[in-house]
Nanobody
């Protein structure tokens, strides 16, 4: 069974940058990996996703242009570089994966992912 471990969360100020990483173990490194986030009192939201084999990416509207997702297959890692952070980016960020099958474009709906990390807190203060 796949295990996903997130790292890199923390507390920063508006305009700062932060890089999250997701390390995958216990499974093949195929399919797609995505980041979701959930702020207090809100539904979980798709942030970004990447297809492992083809490298196609997809971003949520609220982060497009500020966040960049990338993969490091040799280390079985996926990164989320977050720039120009805003207080509205404050949330618990979850790494999610579907590590089987060939996926050309990472799906934005969480039901399509069957492995999840525990989450890492990102807090952006004004």
């Amino acid at each position: 069974q796949a295990q996903l471990i997130e790292s890199g969360g923390g507390e920063v100020q508006t305009g700062d940058s932060l890089k999250l990483s997701c390390t995958v173990s216990g499974s093949t490194f195929n399919g797609a990996v995505a980041w979701f986030r959930q702020a207090p009192g809100k539904e979980r939201e798709f942030v970004a996703g990447i297809a492992i084999l083809g490298g196609n990416t997809r971003y949520g509207n609220s982060v497009n242009g500020r966040f960049t997702i990338s993969k490091e297959p040799a280390k079985r890692m996926v990164h989320l570089q977050m720039n120009n952070l805003k207080p509205s980016d404050t949330a618990v960020y979850y790494c999610a994966a579907r590590l089987w099958g060939f996926i050309t474009m990472p799906p934005p709906d969480e039901a399509r992912y069957d492995s999840w990390g525990q989450g890492t807190q990102v807090t952006v203060s004004s």
